[in-house]
Every structure is written in structure tokens, then in C-alpha cells.
């Protein structure tokens, strides 16, 4: 990760303090939530040669921390292996890593800043992606509450590639169903990722990377409501 991605990532956090520490006591509540995922990604680049496509599924955990009634702390990492599905693509092996801090600013609506890192390895290279992700996520319950369905939109306005011009343009959309047993919690979600760089030798290099995730978890604690 470079040192401007650092600072960023450090901001967040600090700003995150900040919310917990002017929150009163009473409403300091704790929540933690831990869960294991299954994924399966799908991974497209055209260059000017034609889409090459892998493809694979990836294994890894989450975690959150709630803090009070309206702060947020996600925590994700991942790593499997994706195969070559179309001709002139390279098999790879993916590992990524994420967090970030949301605010709801209302009970349905949470904005969020953080900082994400991946890394593609082929049998001849590594190629390392660093990212400062802003955006929000709707949230709608259902079924009385145990059901939440999530819509969510984030820019990626610093991009950094190995190898690569950075993205002339980047941004992510996801979409899921959380629920909520107990102490048990359950979730699938689909995301998408698409970065357009900018034309080099003619050719505008185009990627995206899609996953279906599935999680099962754990929550301790009792979140405090807004």
C-alpha cells in the first residue's frame, strides 16, 4: 500500500474514533459479529485482444464491530485461485483484504469511507491493487426486522495498479439479504467492481471482477438501535 493510501486509511480510522469517543456511555454499546464466506468470483479483462475470463472460488472471513447505534467497522479477507476460462487467459491466484468505517446517518442509510488491497499472481507475475473506496449502502428490513436487504454504490477516486496507469474511472455495486437468527447470522450478496483506464497505444483497457458471496457467522452483544 502506498504512503498516501496509508494516510487515508489512518484518517479514517481517526475520524472513526472521533464518533465513538463523543458518543455518550450509554449508547458506547459493543457488538461484534464474525462470519466465514464462500465465494465465487469471475474476473474479465479486455486489452484490445478480446475478454479473458477466469474464473474460481475463493474462501476467507469477515468481521464487524458495532459501536453504539450508528457506528461501524467491517473488516474482510479472502484468497482462492482462479482459473483460465477463455483462450489468451491466465490462470491467477487472488488474495484480497478490506476495511472500512460507516456512520448511519439514519436507520436506513449508512456512508462509509475505507481502503482495500489485491493482489493477482500468475506463474510469472504479481500484480497489487490498492484502493480508497467512499460511498453508502441503503438498508431495508423485512420480515419484522429479521430480514435486511442492502443496495450499495461506492467511487474509488485513488486507484493504484502495478504495471499500470491508474483508472481513468472506477467504482463498485453491490446488492444482498441479511438474516438474522439469534445469535446466528446468515447473508448472500452480489458485487461488482469495473475500472476503464485510459488509452494507451491505442487500446482502452477495461476490467471488472464480479462475486457471489455467501457468509455464516456469529453476533456477541446487543446493538443499541438509533
Known amino acids: 500500500m502506498n504512503g498516501r493510501l496509508e494516510r487515508r486509511a489512518l484518517a479514517i480510522v481517526l475520524v472513526a474514533g472521533?464518533?465513538?469517543?463523543?458518543?455518550?456511555?450509554?449508547?458506547?454499546?459493543?457488538?461484534?459479529?464474525?462470519?466465514?464466506?464462500?465465494a465465487m468470483s469471475e474476473?474479465?479483462?479486455?486489452?484490445?485482444?478480446?475478454?479473458?475470463?477466469?474464473?474460481g472460488m475463493l474462501l476467507g472471513g469477515e468481521g464487524r464491530l458495532f459501536v453504539g447505534s450508528r457506528v461501524e467497522?467491517?473488516?474482510?479477507a479472502a484468497a482462492g485461485k482462479l482459473t483460465a476460462d477463455s483462450a489468451g487467459a491466465d490462470s491467477r491466484d487472488l488474495a484480497e483484504a478490506e476495511v472500512r468505517a460507516?456512520?448511519?446517518?439514519?436507520?436506513?442509510?449508512?456512508?462509509?469511507?475505507?481502503?482495500?488491497?489485491?493482489?493477482y499472481t500468475t506463474a510469472l507475475v504479481r500484480q497489487r491493487w490498492t484502493a480508497l473506496r467512499l460511498g453508502g449502502e441503503i438498508r431495508l428490513a423485512f420480515?419484522?426486522?429479521?430480514?435486511?436487504?442492502?443496495?450499495?454504490?461506492?467511487m474509488l477516486p485513488s486507484v493504484s495498479v502495478s504495471g499500470l496507469e491508474k483508472p481513468s474511472?472506477?467504482?463498485?455495486?453491490?446488492?444482498?439479504?441479511?438474516?438474522?437468527?439469534?445469535?446466528?447470522?446468515?447473508?448472500?450478496?452480489?458485487?461488482?467492481?469495473?475500472?476503464?483506464?485510459?488509452?494507451?497505444?491505442g487500446v482502452e483497457?477495461?476490467?471488472?471482477?464480479?462475486?457471489?458471496?455467501?457468509?455464516?457467522?456469529?453476533?456477541?452483544?446487543?446493538r443499541s438501535t438509533p
Request: proline content about 3%; charged content about 15%.
Open 73 to 76: 467497522v467491517f473488516m474482510h
Open 43 to 55: 474476473h474479465r479483462v479486455d486489452a484490445g485482444n478480446g475478454v479473458e475470463q477466469s474464473s
Open 143 to 154: 420480515v419484522g426486522g429479521g430480514m435486511i436487504g442492502t443496495l450499495r454504490a461506492e
Open 18 to 38: 472521533g464518533l465513538v469517543a463523543t458518543t455518550s456511555p450509554a449508547a458506547a454499546q459493543l457488538a461484534v459479529q464474525g462470519a466465514g464466506i464462500v
Open 169 to 201: 474511472r472506477a467504482f463498485a455495486a453491490g446488492a444482498g439479504l441479511d438474516w438474522g437468527v439469534g445469535v446466528l447470522t446468515l447473508g448472500l450478496r452480489y458485487e461488482l467492481e469495473r475500472y476503464d483506464f485510459p488509452l494507451a497505444a
Open 102 to 119: 460507516s456512520v448511519l446517518t439514519v436507520p436506513w442509510l449508512a456512508l462509509h469511507a475505507g481502503v482495500s488491497s489485491r493482489s
Open 205 to 222: 483497457r477495461r476490467e471488472q471482477l464480479s462475486t457471489l458471496t455467501a457468509h455464516a457467522g456469529l453476533r456477541l452483544g446487543r
